[in-house]
């Protein structure tokens, strides 16, 4: 078994994730892997990176296959008994114009953006060391939605309180009304994407609770953070920062030294905590 610490990075092939791993092949002492559901694209990003004189590996990571996550997860705690960083970049929005009915793109990007990154953290937050960081791509669309919601959800989404049991409830209801047609009259904003992402920054500060409760004495650090507007193939060319901008906050995160104690189940943009 490696001794080598190992970083992981979520929907890396392009974008903002690959704009990470590059970040981290340069920084991180160790391992650095690049994850994409498609084998072919994870590779050529990686021998881009190597063109660059950066050394990344590739694993296969499907978010929205629990068999594909917990490939990655036997591998990584065979091959490294663990892990040491985990950014959760993989995601999906739908295109402001496009004409799929509003209740499909609610359940395909929910799907993605909620459940499949709880489940990668369901089976990978037991592997994460000592120490270890976790960054959970989230977005300020995140507080926009949230502000768009009635009183009653914004309360619910703000709770110190709230389990992952009825933060799930409340996605899965959130999918439900939009297949009835209630979405609006039951108090949720216009946007499948913003509520998918409300799901990740509350999520975030329950895990963070959790590792209080249950690992307090491991020092890991897991918060939420936005990358801000990036120019990507899902933000589009008019975008204010490239893809290495909008990693910085991320890779600070995910490189926060061994001796810090904060910030921890925050929600993070341009490196400064935000009221959520």
Same mark, same amino acid.
């Not at 296959?65 to 997860?73: E, H, K, T, V």
């Given at each position: 078994m490696s001794s080598v610490p190992v970083a992981v990075v979520t929907g890396a092939n392009k974008g903002i994730g690959f704009a990470i791993v590059r970040a981290l092949c340069r920084q991180f002492p160790g391992d650095v892997y690049l994850t994409a559901r498609d084998p072919g694209r994870g590779q050529e990003a990686v021998a881009r990176?190597?063109?660059?004189?950066?050394?990344?590996?590739?694993?296969?990571l499907d978010i929205d296959? @629990?068999?594909? !996550?917990? +490939?990655?997860?036997d591998f990584l705690r065979e091959k490294y008994g663990g892990l040491n960083v985990l950014v959760n970049n993989a995601g999906i929005a739908f295109k402001v114009h496009d004409t799929t009915p509003f209740a499909v793109q609610a359940e395909v990007t929910l799907k993605t953006n909620f459940f499949g990154t709880r489940n990668v953290c369901t089976e990978l937050l037991p592997l994460v060391k000592p120490y270890g960081r976790v960054v959970n791509v989230s977005s300020m669309v995140s507080s926009s939605a949230l502000g768009g919601c009635s009183q009653e959800l914004q309360q619910k989404f703000r709770s110190d309180t709230i389990t992952e049991e009825e933060l799930v409830q409340l996605m899965t209801k959130?999918?439900?009304?939009t297949k009835r047609g209630v979405h609006d009259k039951e108090g949720w904003?216009?946007?499948?994407?913003?509520?998918?992402?409300?799901?990740?920054?509350? @999520?975030?500060? !329950?895990? +963070?609770?959790?590792?209080?409760?249950?690992?307090?004495g491991d020092h890991i650090l897991l918060n939420a953070c936005c990358p801000g507007w990036v120019r990507t193939d899902m933000a589009g060319p008019r975008a204010t920062k490239s893809p290495e901008e909008g990693a910085e906050t991320p890779v600070y995160l995910a490189l926060l030294p061994s001796d810090a104690d904060a910030p921890h189940g925050q929600f993070v943009s341009?490196?400064?905590v935000r009221p959520w």
């Open positions: 990176l190597q063109q660059e004189g950066l050394r990344a590996l590739f694993h296969q296959d @629990l068999q594909s !996550i917990r +490939a990655l997860r959130f999918v439900e009304d904003p216009n946007t499948a994407y913003g509520v998918s992402k409300i799901g990740v920054t509350v @999520l975030s500060r !329950i895990q +963070a609770r959790l590792l209080n409760e249950e690992r307090k341009d490196k400064t």
